[in-house]
C-alpha cells in the first residue's frame, strides 16, 4: 500500500510534548503483543522491537499496557514493573530508545473485571470492579470455575489503587527513566469501568453522578502527578469504545457529556498550573483491536474543544488514510496523530510516511502469539531481504537480566 508523501505537512514538524521536544508528530500508539515472560519481565524480543521502531524516528513510542502491581489484574506474557528485575528490564529498553534519539511512554492498566480469574487465582489476586457486574456469562462462569468470583471494591480497595498507580508511575519516570507515564482509562480497563454507569452502580462517592463515577480517574491523575509532575503524565481515553462490556454511544449517558467533563477537569487543572504533557483520543473508527464496523458517522472534534493541549489522535489512521490524517494534523501546531498494527509490521514506518513508501500489511494472526518472534522482531524495514529475520521465528523471548 503506496502513501503519498507527508513531508509537507504539519505531520514532520517538530513538536513539544511536556519538557521534550519530538522531532515530528508521529507517534507510535501502545500495541499489547504478549511478549513479556512468564513472570512478567520484558524480554529481550521486546528491547529488539522498540528499539527497531525508535531507529532514525526521533519522536514519540507508547509502550503497550504495563502492570504496575500484581493486584492490577493479569493476562498472561503481558509486562509489570514492580519488581526490581523488572524495572531494570524496562530500563534497559528505556535506555535503547534514547540512545536512538526517539521518546518512550510507558503505559499503566488495571484490568479490573476484565482479568483472567484463573491466573488471578494462581497469584491469590482476586477478581475486582466497580460493582458485582460481570461482562458477561461466560466470563461469570470462567470466574466462578476459577474460585475466584468478581468483588466489588470497597474504598480502602480503592484508595490502595490510587496509591499503586502513582507508586508505579515513580518506577516508570525515576527508575526505568522512562520520559511519561501513561494511565490507561479507556478499553473497558478498571478506570475505565468506573466511569460508565452500566457497569458502575455504587451509592458512594464513587457512583451515581457523572463527576462521582469519574472520582477515579482524576484521583489517579492527581496522584501520578503527585508522584513525577504534570509534564511526564499523560492519559488515554476512548469515548466511543463498544467492549469489555461498553455500550459506546448507546449508553443511556451519551460519552460527551460523561468525557467531555474528565477533559474539562483536565484543563481546569492545566489552567491552574498542572497541565498534563497529553491526551490520547482514541477515534471511534477503532472499537478495541479491530476497525469499528459502525457505519455511523461520528465527530469527534469536541475533544480538542474542550482540551486546549497536547493531543494524540490514534485511530485507523493508515487504513483510510488520505481521508483523515492530513486533514486532523493539519488542523493546529498540538495534534499528533499515532499508529500501531502499522508500526509492528513496518518497523521503519516513520522513513516510509516521509518518503511515500509502500506500507507492509499487518498479519492479525501473529498480533497475540507468545513465546516466539514470529509476527513480531521478523518484520523488514523497506527494501530489506525477508530471509534476514527468519532465523528469529523458532528463537523464544528470553528475560532481560
Known amino acids: 500500500m503506496s502513501q503519498p508523501s507527508l513531508t509537507d505537512t504539519n505531520l514532520f514538524k517538530p513538536i513539544k510534548v511536556g519538557n521534550v521536544e519530538l522531532k515530528h508528530g508521529f507517534f507510535s500508539a501502545p500495541t499489547t503483543r504478549f511478549r513479556a515472560s512468564d513472570d512478567f519481565v520484558p524480554t529481550d524480543s521486546m528491547l529488539s522491537y522498540y528499539e527497531q521502531r525508535a531507529e532514525n524516528n526521533g519522536g514519540l513510542i507508547v509502550a503497550e499496557a504495563t502492570f504496575p502491581d500484581y493486584s492490577f489484574g493479569l493476562y498472561p506474557n503481558a509486562p509489570m514493573i514492580k519488581t526490581p528485575e523488572q524495572v531494570a528490564a524496562w530500563k534497559k529498553i528505556v535506555d535503547a530508545v534514547h540512545k536512538q534519539g526517539s521518546f518512550f511512554s510507558i503505559q499503566l492498566w488495571h484490568l479490573g473485571r476484565v482479568a483472567v480469574p484463573q491466573l488471578n487465582k494462581k497469584y491469590n489476586v482476586p477478581l475486582v470492579g466497580p460493582s458485582k457486574l460481570y461482562v458477561d456469562e461466560s466470563s461469570e462462569k470462567a470466574a466462578k470455575e476459577a474460585g475466584n468470583e468478581l468483588h466489588e471494591l470497597t474504598i480502602p480497595e480503592i484508595e490502595a489503587i490510587v496509591k499503586e498507580f502513582a507508586a508505579g508511575a515513580k518506577r516508570v519516570v525515576d527508575e526505568a527513566k522512562a520520559d511519561f507515564v501513561e494511565i490507561l482509562a479507556g478499553g473497558g480497563y478498571l478506570?475505565?469501568?468506573?466511569?460508565h454507569s452500566n457497569i458502575n452502580k455504587r451509592t458512594d462517592k464513587y457512583g451515581g453522578s457523572i463527576e462521582n463515577r469519574a472520582r477515579l480517574i482524576l484521583e489517579v491523575v492527581d496522584a501520578c502527578i503527585e508522584a513525577v509532575g504534570a509534564e511526564h503524565v499523560g492519559i488515554k481515553l476512548s469515548p466511543y469504545a463498544a467492549v469489555n462490556g461498553l455500550q459506546g454511544v448507546d449508553t443511556e449517558i451519551h460519552p460527551i457529556s460523561r468525557y467531555g467533563y474528565i477533559l474539562s477537569e483536565l484543563e481546569r487543572r492545566g489552567k491552574e498550573g498542572k497541565r498534563i504533557a497529553y491526551i490520547t483520543m482514541i477515534e471511534p473508527r477503532v472499537n478495541g483491536t479491530e476497525?469499528?464496523?459502525d457505519t455511523r458517522a461520528f465527530d469527534?472534534?469536541?475533544?480538542?474543544?474542550?482540551w486546549k493541549s497536547t493531543l494524540l489522535r490514534a485511530g485507523a489512521y493508515l487504513n483510510q488514510f488520505s481521508n483523515y490524517l492530513i486533514q486532523d494534523v493539519n488542523k493546529d501546531d498540538r495534534t499528533l496523530?499515532?499508529?500501531a498494527r502499522y508500526f509492528t509490521s513496518n518497523p521503519d514506518l516513520i522513513e516510509r510516511l516521509r518518503k511515500g513508501q509502500e506500507l507492509t500489511p499487518y498479519d492479525r494472526s501473529k498480533f497475540y502469539t507468545p513465546a516466539t518472534n514470529d509476527g513480531y522482531i521478523t518484520w523488514?524495514?523497506?527494501g530489506e531481504d525477508p530471509e534476514k529475520y527468519k532465523g528469529l521465528v523458532a528463537v523464544k523471548p528470553q528475560?532481560?537480566?
Not at 478506570?191 to 466511569?195: A, E, M, P, R, S
Not at 469527534?300 to 474542550?306: A, K, L, R, T
Open 337 to 339: 496523530i499515532g499508529a
Open 300 to 306: 469527534s472534534s469536541w475533544v480538542g474543544e474542550i
Open 399 to 401: 528475560p532481560l537480566s
Open 380 to 382: 523488514t524495514k523497506y
Open 191 to 195: 478506570l475505565d469501568q468506573f466511569n
Open 291 to 293: 476497525d469499528s464496523k
